[in-house]
């Protein structure tokens, strides 16, 4: 069975930096065999990769991939915390879709988030989910995500 790194380089993916909190929080914390992420946004080289209301400023499609950056975001966050081969199970994502009045496709969108992770870690990316829908989302982002995995000693 190959690593979660190795598995990424078959996919080529490459996780980006970790992105700079924006705030007052750290990126991922440990408890126990867990790591939970901070809400990750869609940055890539520092910047939001668009801004705006999905059903209005942003399509669907583009959510679902802006969604996947997130994700991506968050597993360099648990990749700098405590290493990417320690992932052994997907729990849990939240996903946050700021939508324009009357958008309800809120899991469409964060299926991004929900198939990377099974093509990265298979049958240990299953995993049980919430998509939001919000007003507003920080700096504008159309969508936001949260990570919770569980880690090997």
Known sequence: MSTVSERLAEL????????A???????AIRTGNQVWTSGQLPFVDGQLAATGKVGEDVSEEEAAR???????????????????????????????????????????VVNGASNLMGEIFGEAGEHARSAVGVAELPLGAPVEVELIVEVAD
């Open 12 to 19: 080529r993916i490459d996780l980006p930096e970790v992105a």
């Open 66 to 108: 802006l969604a996947r950056t997130a994700t991506l975001n968050g597993l360099a966050a648990i990749d700098a915390l405590v290493g990417i081969d320690k992932v052994t199970r997907v729990l849990k994502i939240v996903g946050y879709v700021a939508s324009a009045p009357g958008f309800s496709a809120q899991p469409a």
């Open 21 to 27: 909190p924006v705030a007052a929080y750290v990126p």
